[in-house]
Every structure is written in structure tokens, then in C-alpha cells.
């Protein structure tokens, strides 16, 4: 949340030649409302069986960039979805995190007590994100540039 994955994403399919996607798009598309109305609406389990079907849809259907929702791996099929493909986890500290996403209220998971939340919902996915990823990136203090650069290097691949 707020590590700049749809930023990197986006420089990263452009430097590879392919395209890019992201779950969280989709979800605003199929749904036609924001992500935060769904979590005010029909509350949070009702998103994750969104962000559930969108995630497998696009890993059937999309063989560039993917970008997915920072809860997309508290699902067990997702994360065994995610098996065996690169992922990257886009990793960042508390101070940065709540530098980037401040008090914005379009993260309904944010929404009181930013720096406390961020870290709580850090404890808890953590060990996820980096049991399906192929690289952590750390995007503390370098520019979505670099970022890309990073990811590129540890995935090692070669730009189109």
C-alpha cells in the first residue's frame, strides 16, 4: 500500500515491452465504484472475493506486468496461484509508508491511525509477501526509476 507498485508496474511493462495490469483496476471496473466504497458497502470479505476473481482471471489471461492488491496474498489460492511466477515484493519502512499514503482516505484500511494500521497489517502479510516472492525490492529513499532498475536487476532480466 502506497510502495508504488502501479508506478513501477507501469516504467517496468514500458522498459520490457510488454503490457501492464492491475487487479485493483479491475476490480473498480467490474465493480463500477471505488475500492474504499466496496469496503464501506459490503465490507472487506466481500473485496477480497473480488480481488480473489480478478486475481485469477488476470493471471489466466495477462502475460505482461501484474500488478495485485497488497491483501491479494492473505488467500491461500492465490498465493498458490502466484507459485512458480516471478513476483516481486516491493518492500518499504513504516516512516515511508505513512510519508506516502499520509491520512488519504481512499485506503479505507488506513483510515485512523495510519502508522499503527500500516504496521499491523505489515505483521500480518509480511511472511507472505515474501513467501511468493521471487525478489524483495526495497523502495525506501530511491526514486520509481530506480525501483525499476532494482527489479530488473533481481529478476535478471533484459529490457526489450
Request: charged content about 30%.
Amino acid at each position: 500500500m502506497g510502495v508504488g507498485k502501479s508506478t513501477v508496474g507501469q516504467l517496468l511493462a514500458g522498459r520490457l515491452g510488454v503490457g501492464y495490469r492491475d487487479t485493483d483496476d479491475d476490480i473498480v471496473a467490474e465493480q463500477g465504484r471505488a475500492i474504499a466504497e466496496i469496503f464501506v458497502d459490503e465490507g472487506e470479505a466481500a473485496f477480497r472475493a473480488a480481488e480473489k476473481r480478478a486475481v485469477r482471471v488476470a493471471l489466466a489471461e495477462h502475460p505482461g506486468v501484474l500488478a495485485l492488491g497488497g491483501g491479494a496474498v492473505l488467500d491461500a489460492d492465490t498465493r498458490a496461484l502466484l507459485a512458480g511466477r516471478r513476483v516481486v515484493y516491493l518492500s518499504m519502512e513504516v516512516g515511508e509508508a505513512v510519508r506516502r499514503t499520509g491520512l488519504d482516505v481512499a485506503r479505507p484500511l488506513l483510515a485512523v491511525n495510519p502508522r499503527k494500521q500500516w504496521r499491523e497489517l505489515m505483521e500480518a502479510r509480511r511472511h507472505l509477501y515474501e513467501e511468493v516472492a521471487t525478489a524483495v525490492v526495497p523502495t525506501d529513499g530511491r526514486t520509481p526509476e530506480e525501483v525499476t532498475q532494482a527489479v530488473l536487476d533481481a529478476l535478471e532480466l533484459k529490457e526489450a
